[in-house]
């Protein structure tokens, strides 16, 4: 191959991985997704933008466990018979500043009733930004660091499963999906996420 095709080659191959990362970049961050896999989901989409699933019909979520962002190790199964708030975020993401502080409130006010808050931190390239976002809006449960997405795709598709950056779901007592949002939500949309599973016996 002559030096003009070796340069040719790496041209469209620089262009084609520009191009999967402006595509990837277009949907971080996003304010919505779409329902992953087929067949009968049984979720309800509310007009709140929340989906939920009725009690004798929700999925099991999987265990996610690894290192937090400070270098402590995690495992979800800790939580069993509590419930159990997971939040997608990354400190680059602008939805999730803005809903940061809401979480910490009422987190702080739900703690003592059973109800375990673990965030996952995502696309943060290291730790850094990660440990500065949660100093700045006075974090204080975990997040299992996962730069790369791995915890995400944990979950089924056809679940309650995250797919957008900021995503949250709330799993029941019994270790099930109960319901998710796939936007950045305030304080009084994850209280009613919540109110709901707090009050199933």
Do not use: H
Request: aromatic letters at 6%; one cysteine or more.
């Amino acid at each position: 191959m002559s030096a003009a095709s070796r340069a040719r080659s790496r041209t469209a191959l620089f262009a084609t991985a520009s191009a999967a990362v402006a595509a990837l970049t277009l949907s971080a961050c996003s304010s919505g997704g779409t329902s992953g896999g087929g067949g009968d989901t049984n979720f309800v989409a509310g007009g709140n933008g929340i989906d939920t699933v009725a009690k004798g019909e929700r999925a099991v979520a999987p265990v996610l466990s690894g290192e937090t962002i400070d270098g402590k190790q995690l495992t979800t199964a800790a939580t069993k018979g509590k419930i159990l708030v997971i939040n997608v975020w990354g400190s680059w993401c602008p939805p999730c500043r803005a809903e940061a502080e809401s979480f910490q409130t009422v987190y702080t006010d739900v703690k003592d009733q059973g109800v375990e808050f673990v965030g996952i931190n995502t696309r943060d390239t290291s730790t850094t930004p990660a440990k500065a976002f949660e100093k700045e809006f006075g974090i204080t449960y975990p997040s299992l660091y996962d730069p790369t997405g791995k915890q995400m795709l944990r979950f089924k598709k056809g679940t309650l499963n995250p797919q957008a950056i900021p995503s949250t779901l709330v799993i029941d007592r019994q270790g099930k999906l109960a319901a998710r949002a796939l936007t950045p939500i305030g304080e009084e949309t994850l209280r009613s996420m919540i109110k709901p599973v707090l009050a199933e016996k």
